[in-house]
């Protein structure tokens, strides 16, 4: 039902006049009656236009009922004010709109429950010009210098049939920037105008995508959307843990992507949640915690590493040479800063002195089996944005020396047992018969 808000009230308005000629007095009424508008913004909630936009920071933790907020099949408030519309052709699959004034909100498919929202998902998306996406929840934000938006997904589904759900963010389901968990690997992907690139590999502009992360969907997932309006740039991370955020795009020469002509910068923009089950034959359920939008542009104070990437390679049970990283600041270091790290045995999170972390055989176990390892290094302080040290180690087997014995002799000789043939070649891989395998030796100069 379209909803009408009032923009004039009714004036009754006598008018009494004498005929001096008759005698007869006249009485008329004028009647200016109400004028009306319909609200522009019930194709996407169910509140008014005025209740659409709310207050930075913004966070929802699922743990009860928000009043005067989208509400979810039960009548709970989901304390999202905003569900997108969607501008494509709805899908046979997806049924007709249970409500056709806000023909992409499906409360059937969304429950508030145990601190937790569940989403069911449909079989609508917004990819190219297909733009039937259905429930996704958002909120309203006005423009600020720098955006971060935050979700858990718990127990993401791995399907291969690109089922996928996480953070959106845009205008409208033509231009927005999206962060998602699909098919185990983490996916931010740009839309402008219904156009994102499909081409395969890190020379796609649109698109920042890890490799699939092993056992991801048994995990609580983090994602972190951050959108710069300054520097024109867009970044998605997630983390397993919690503490520790890795870059999406940590595999491509830019990890973030361009948002310059996009519109989204200065301009309001729509953050939320979505899910959908794609090309799957049949639903699946999300649940999403922690929703949360900051704006972290007010906050100039900043923690970073001297370096971004810190590389360490060892012989197995050999020496570790020691590397150090500073602990800097854009404005004076906090008094207290924390230090975690990811789950990697081989790392002993070294203890700072000035500032100053040392990464030696006190810090690394030189006793690790060969291989090739990474960890990530979180610096954290309250009231200043958290910086990441990513750790590679490098471990190769020991080299270990080998006497031989060796008989100088005429080449046609048989050498005694245990015993390698020479005849005065040059040092260099031996490969001649009796001369054992994958040996190197010989004379540097003739005598």
Not at 18 to 26: E, F, S, V
Not at 105 to 122: D, F, H, P
Not at 349 to 360: I, M, Y
Request: proline share 5%; glycine share 8%.
């Amino acid at each position: 039902m379209t909803r009408f808000f009032p923009i004039l009230f009714l004036l009754l308005i006598n008018f009494i006049h004498l005929n001096a000629a008759t005698g007869i007095i006249n009485h008329k009424v004028l009647r200016v009656g109400i004028k009306t508008k319909p609200d522009t913004c019930s194709s996407i909630s169910t509140l008014p236009c005025s209740a659409l936009t709310v207050t930075l920071p913004f966070k929802l933790s699922f743990d009860a009922s928000v009043p005067n907020t989208i509400i979810d099949r039960n009548g709970q408030g989901t304390g999202f004010t905003t569900v997108n519309k969607y501008s494509g052709v709805r899908l046979a699959a997806d049924g007709n709109p249970s409500n056709p004034v806000m023909p992409g909100y499906e409360a059937s498919k969304i429950t508030v429950m145990g601190g937790s929202l569940q989403l069911v998902t449909n079989k609508g998306i917004d990819i190219l010009t297909n733009n039937n996406q259905l429930n996704v929840l958002g909120v309203k934000v006005n423009p600020v210098k720098k955006l971060q938006i935050d979700v858990k997904v718990i127990n993401p589904v791995n399907g291969a049939q690109a089922q996928q759900a996480g953070i959106w963010f845009g205008l409208n389901d033509k231009t927005y920037l999206k962060l998602d968990v699909s098919n185990n690997k983490i996916e931010l992907r740009r839309e402008i105008n219904d156009v994102t690139s499909s081409i395969s590999g890190i020379a796609n502009p649109d698109q920042r995508i890890t490799p699939a992360i092993t056992a991801l969907s048994a995990k609580t997932v983090s994602l972190r959307l951050v959108i710069d309006s300054v520097a024109k740039t867009a970044e998605g991370f997630y983390s397993t843990d919690g503490l520790n955020f890795l870059s999406a795009g940590a595999g491509y020469a830019a990890p973030y992507i361009s948002i310059d002509s996009t519109g989204i910068i200065n301009h309001a923009n729509y953050a939320g949640i979505f899910g959908t089950h794609r090309n799957a034959s049949g639903a699946v359920t999300y649940s999403f915690d922690d929703f949360a939008v900051t704006d972290i542009g007010s906050n100039s104070k900043v923690l970073s590493f001297s370096q971004n990437i810190l590389n360490i390679s060892i012989i197995k049970k050999g020496l570790v040479y020691p590397q150090t990283v500073n602990i800097t600041s854009n404005v004076a270091l906090p008094a207290g800063y924390t230090l975690t790290k990811t789950d990697a045995n081989w790392l002993n999170l070294p203890q700072p002195k000035n500032n100053l972390l040392t990464f030696d055989a006190n810090a690394i176990d030189s006793n690790t089996n060969a291989g090739s390892y990474q960890a990530v290094v979180t610096c954290a302080a309250t009231g200043y944005k958290f910086a990441t040290l990513l750790v590679n180690l490098n471990v190769v087997d020991g080299q270990f020396s080998q006497p031989i014995n060796v008989n100088f002799q005429d080449p046609a000789a048989i050498p005694p047992v245990n015993y390698m043939r020479d005849y005065g070649q040059g040092y260099a891989l031996r490969t001649a018969p009796l001369q054992g395998s994958g040996l190197e030796f010989g004379w540097r100069q003739k005598i």
